[in-house]
């Protein structure tokens, strides 16, 4: 069964969805990320993600106090993402009640770091971000495009023992318009031993059985969630 992980993004420490990577397309859903986090709980959620747009923007952890708080006040396993580019901003998200993180940018753009991270904290608890446009790697927010193949990307940490990854297509982040099934379903040919979590475009929940039925390990959800489009109680279908 696939497992199904709402997404919380933070900008200004307020729970926000952005379309398709750009900050200039905010939209803030609450005030308070801790409160939406409860209602992900109080509906049998287990897992989330939680990203810090600030940070990813900075280069650095900037919402560590909204990840403490939800740690704090829930006991949902956090994700964090978002600017963790340094030993210590890995330590920060940990002590600040992150049980695992997920590590875009600086796996791009130091692998040593990445890997360091990978030998000293474990698979189960770093999650390779492998976000994509054309099926090349965007990192940085996805303010920055490269030519790094996100297939060769993977396979290349999947060599050094990566056990997760996220993987988003960034031209279907927050349109509501479907996921990129045909690049999760390359994904799942060519890596089978690989735990891949798919994100963006979901729009309801045909989606999720469809993701469900290619065998991914899990989906994340945002904007349909906010949105209205797919319910808490549809949820609980994929709930164990």
């Given at each position: 069964m696939i497992q199904v992980i709402p997404a919380i993004d933070i900008i200004d420490g307020k729970c926000v969805r952005l379309t398709q990577g750009d900050y200039g397309q905010k939209k803030i859903y609450n005030e308070d990320p801790a409160e939406v986090a409860k209602e992900f709980e109080g509906a049998g959620i287990k897992r989330l993600h939680l990203v810090d747009l600030d940070g990813a923007k900075e280069k650095r952890?900037?919402?560590?106090?909204?990840?403490e708080k939800i740690a704090n006040s829930t006991d949902l396993i956090i994700d964090f993402g978002g600017g963790i580019q340094s030993d210590i901003d890995i330590q920060k998200a940990f002590d600040f009640g992150a049980k695992m993180i997920t590590g875009g940018s600086i796996a791009v753009k130091n692998?040593?770091?990445?890997?360091?991270?990978?030998?000293?904290?474990?698979?189960?608890?770093?999650?390779?971000?492998?976000?994509?446009?054309?099926?090349?790697i965007a990192i940085s927010g996805w303010q920055e495009a490269t030519k790094v193949s996100v297939f060769d990307f993977i396979e290349e940490y999947l060599k050094k023992g990566i056990k997760y990854t996220i993987s988003t297509d960034v031209a279907k982040d927050g349109l509501l318009q479907g996921p990129s099934f045909d690049l999760y379903e390359k994904m799942q040919a060519k890596f089978a031993d690989l735990h891949i979590i798919a994100s963006?475009?979901?729009?309801?929940?045909?989606?999720?059985?469809?993701?469900?039925?290619?065998?991914v390990f899990g989906v994340i959800v945002g904007k349909a969630i906010y949105e209205g489009k797919i319910s808490l109680k549809e949820l609980e279908k994929f709930i164990c």
């Open positions: 952890i900037i919402n560590h106090k909204v990840l692998q040593e770091m990445f890997l360091s991270w990978l030998e000293k904290f474990g698979p189960e608890k770093i999650i390779l971000g492998a976000d994509a446009k054309d099926e090349m963006g475009g979901v729009s309801e929940m045909k989606d999720l059985e469809k993701l469900n039925e290619q065998g």
